[in-house]
C-alpha cells in the first residue's frame, strides 16, 4: 500500500480560502484569467510596455468598491520587481487618479482631492517593490518569492520590469539565447508559484525574431515557454497610434490603442 | 556570479565550500535555491545554522524591498533644475533615483546643460554633485560664471565649488572604478568587450540611483548610423548602441534652433508626453528659460 504525502505548504494551500479569479483589463481578456497565468509584454521601446504593466499593478491595487461608488480595482495585492528602475510610483498614483475619477464621473459625482488621495495612498499600500541592480540579486529574489507569497495571502499579481534587464551579465558568465534566459527565469517563478494563485506578468524586449509568425507557430512558442498570453506591441501606420497583437492558447486578435497621461487607450 | 567562501558568512570555511563545491553548491544563488535539509547534510551545519546563513545572505546581496507609500514619499522630494521652462517640461525636475540622458549633436550645448544643473543643484544647502570628467574639459571659470550670472552670494559660490567634486576619468574601465569606489563595492575584473563594459557602467548606475536615491545625468551624442531593421535612414539614434539606449528612464534631446536658442524635447520618458519641447537660450551664463 501507498501512502500518499503532502508538504505544509500543499496542505495549506488546499485549505486557502477558494481564490478570486481576476480581470486585469476588460478589453484585453474577455474573461477573468486564470490565477495562474503567465502573460507576456514585449515591444520595441516607447510603444507602452512599461505602462501597461503599471496599469494591470494599478487595477491590481485599486479597491472594488469605494463607500458605493464603483471602482473596479480587484482589491488585491502585488508585487513589483524592478530591474531597470523605469518604474515610477508616481506613474502608478497617476493611473489610479484617472480610474478614480473616471469611476466617479460615471456615478455622477464629484470626489473631493482627498478622498483620491485618500484611495490612492490605501491602494499603494497593497504594492510591494522590490529593487535590484544585478542578476545575482535578481537569482536571490526569485528564489524566495514563496517566503513572499507565503507572508501575505493577498498577493496575486508579480509583475516584472524587464525580465531581459540582465541578460548580458548571464551572458557574460555563459552563452546562452536570451529566450532560454527568459524562459529559464519563467521556471524559477513558476516553481516558486506554484501551490499560490499568482498572475504573472512581465515586460521584455523584442528579440531578433522575425515580426510574422505562423498561428500554429505561435501556440507551439506559447506551450514551450508556459506563457499563457503574449501581447505584442508595435507601432500602427498612423502616428501616435499603436497596436496590440493579443495571442492566447485559443485565441489570436489585434486592438488598436494611444497612450495618454491617463494610460492606455484601447479603440474598438 | 558571487561565489560562497568565508567572506560571504563566516560559518562557511574552506572544508565546507569544497564540500558543497563537490554536491554542484558553488554560488550563493545554488545555496539559497538548495533545500536546506539537503545543506543540512551536506554541510554537517545544524538546520537552523544553514536557515540563518540563507536569512544572511538574502540580506547581504538581495535586493531593496520597499513598500510603495514610502516608494512614492521619495519620488516626490523633486529636486528643481531651476531654469523655468525645463522644470515646468519635467513637472517640476528631477525626481530621485532617475537616470536621466542628455543627448544632442555636438556643440548643442549638452555640456553646458550639464554644467547648469550641476551647479544650480550644488548651491542648494543639500546638494552634492559628482562630476565625472570624461573629455578633460571641466572648467572652473566656466563653472563659476553660470553661478556668478545668477548672482549668487559669494559664500554661496564656494559651498557649492566645495560641494562640486571633479572626477577626471582617461577610460571607460576607470570611469566604471571611480564609480564602484563611489558606493564602496569592491572593483571586479572587467571585460573589454563594449556590451559587457556598458553593463558594468548601467549596473553601477542603477546601484546609486536604487540604493542611494541619486540622480544620475549622463551625457551623450546622437549618431545617424544605420544599422539593420532600421526603416528610416535618417532615424537618429543615441550613441552606444542598442542596450545602452533602453538603459536610461528619461532621455532629454537638445537641438540648435538658431544662434544661441536651443530645443530641449522629452526623447522617452514614463511620464511626460513623449516629444514635449521647450525652448532655452544658452550662453556662457549657462541655460536659462
New interface residues.
Partial sequence: MQFHSEGGLELLSRFREKPRSINLDDVLFSTDIDNKSVIEIVGA??TGK??LL?QFIAKCILPARYKGIKIDGCDACAI???T???????????LMTSTIRNAYQVANVQPPAETVDYII?RS??????????????????L??LEDEFLSNGKITLLAIDNILAYY??AR??NILTMNYYATGLLK?IQSQTSQFHTVTVYTR?DG?VPTYESYAKCIDTLERTGVNYKLQLSKGTRIREFMCHVQSTNDVKQICYTIS?SGIKWIR | MAKLNADVHPSLLETVTENLRRRNVVTIVDFVSTDPIKLTNITGLSHTDVLQVKQYILKKFGGIKKNATQLLAIERNVIPISVTCLDELLRGGLYPGQLCELCGPSASGKTQLCFTIAANVASRSDGIVWYFDTKKDFCRLRYEGIMRARNFEQKIIEDALRSTKIYQTRSSHELIKALRQLVTRNAQQSDNETTYELEDLAEVCRFLTMEYQAVVITVNIITRWNSPGQTDSTDIIPALGKYWARIPATRLMITRLHGEIRKINVWKDLRLIENSSCTVTINDIGVTS
Fill in positions: 521601446s516607447s512599461t505602462v503599471c513589483l520587481i524592478n531597470l528602475g523605469h518604474v515610477q510610483m508616481s506613474k502608478i498614483a497617476e495612498n499603494l499600500e497593497n504594492l510591494t517593490v522590490i529593487s535590484c541592480c544585478n542578476n545575482n540579486q535578481l537569482q536571490l529574489i528564489h524566495t548580458w551579465q557574460k558568465e524559477i524586449w531578433p497621461d
